[in-house]
Nanobody, 116 residues
Framework: QVQLVESGGGLVQPGGSLRLSCVASGFTLDYYSIGWFRQAPGKEREGVSCVSSAGGSTNYADSVKGRFAISRDNAKNTVYLQMNSLKPEDTAVYYC?????????WGQGTQVTVSS
């Protein structure tokens, strides 16, 4: 059974850092690009970052460029999102996801709250 489990969220002050993890099971992570998304209260879900299957290509939303870094450890079936210089507007539930035809798969999400 395919499963994605996010962890690492929490409450952090502005300017702080968090590292999110997305652990995959039920499939081999190596073959797929993985994305991080977030959804803030009252807003639509938006893409944050993605990484190619081999990790050689990454993309970021303009709002997080230079602050967030995505990486993957295929041996651990895990994708990470290092988040630095966090801002209150980064507050959201963060999800990891991948696409295996014919559908997307999503984790349950982890809450990130940036507040003083």
């Amino acid at each position: 059974q395919v499963q994605l489990v996010e962890s690492g969220g929490g409450l952090v002050q502005p300017g702080g850092s968090l590292r999110l993890s997305c652990v995959a099971s039920g499939f081999t992570l190596d073959y797929y690009s993985i994305g991080w998304f977030r959804q803030a209260p009252g807003k639509e879900r938006e893409g944050v970052s993605c990484v190619s299957s081999a990790g050689g290509s990454t993309n970021y939303a303009d709002s997080v460029k230079g602050r967030f870094a995505i990486s993957r450890d295929n041996a651990k079936n895990t994708v990470y999102l290092q988040m630095n210089s966090l801002k209150p507007e980064d507050t959201a539930v963060y999800y990891c996801s991948y696409y295996q035809p014919p559908r997307d798969y999503w984790g349950q999400g982890t809450q990130v709250t940036v507040s003083s």
